[in-house]
């Protein structure tokens, strides 16, 4: 069981909005910027979000987060054929004194 | 370019040893943040150890004391020697930069697969 919790999956139409909620506690998001992940099938995860909503070069502002409390929000706007994948938050928890993950969330462009 | 390259994976019996290596060109190890994190078949991203900068490292309970991460400045690779490999050990390894924090992870190597099994 992971420490932080997401969604198994999520789903909608290309052209669609879709959030992927990524939930933990105060010694996990509640103090800790949160980071997002995509992993491709077959392939190795890549950072999308960072740090407040920071994304890496290469990453399209379709690409968001926000983050209330101990809950952060991964948001994907204009969805793509190509955005099917699998999505993992991250963080540092320092009651394990530990990097967490959630337990990924499989998004589907229907 | 910033790149890693891990190497090392195979089948090994449980109660067996193994040593991982991960390859860093485009930044030198002794100056950031690097974790070691495996993916069992189908399974979810877990965290497994992280070396700082300054040489401290941080281990998952699950292999707390079996696991060892280090890493060789002279020539620019990161280690994770595992010892007394278990069945659920079994997973791809990927070595991860941290880049800004230990916990944003960028970029990743493309990982190597370690099966125990008798």
């Known amino acids: 069981q992971s420490v932080l919790t997401q969604p198994p999956s999520v789903s909608a139409a290309p052209g669609q909005k879709v959030t992927i909620s990524c939930s933990g506690s105060?010694?996990?998001?509640?103090?800790?910027?949160v980071s997002w992940y995509q992993q491709l099938p077959g392939t190795a995860p890549k950072l999308l979000i960072y740090d407040n909503n920071k994304r890496p070069s290469g990453i399209p502002d379709r690409f968001s987060d926000s983050k209330s409390g101990t809950s952060a929000t991964l948001g994907i706007t204009g969805l793509q054929t190509g955005d099917e994948a699998d999505y993992y938050c991250?963080?540092?928890?320092?009651?394990?004194?530990?990097?967490?993950f959630g337990g990924g969330t499989k998004l589907t462009v229907l | 370019e910033v790149q890693l390259v891990e190497s090392g994976g195979g089948l090994i019996q449980p109660g067996g040893s193994l040593r991982l290596s991960c390859a860093a060109s485009?930044?030198?190890?002794?100056?950031?943040?690097l974790s070691w994190v495996r993916q069992a078949p189908g399974k979810g991203l877990e965290w497994v150890s992280l070396i700082y900068n300054d040489g401290r490292t941080f281990y998952a309970d699950s292999v707390r004391g079996r696991f060892t991460i280090s890493r060789d400045n002279s020539k620019n690779t990161l280690y994770l020697q595992m010892n007394s490999l278990r069945a659920e050990d079994t997973a791809v390894y990927y070595c991860?930069?941290?880049?800004?924090?230990?916990?944003?992870?960028?970029?990743w190597g493309q990982g190597t697969l370690v099966t125990v099994s008798s």
């Open positions: 991860a930069r941290g880049t800004g924090s230990a916990w944003t992870h960028d970029p």
């Open positions: 105060s010694s996990n998001i509640g103090n800790y910027d």
């Open positions: 485009g930044f030198a190890v002794i100056s950031d943040y």
């Open positions: 991250g963080t540092w928890d320092s009651s394990l004194n530990a990097v967490v």
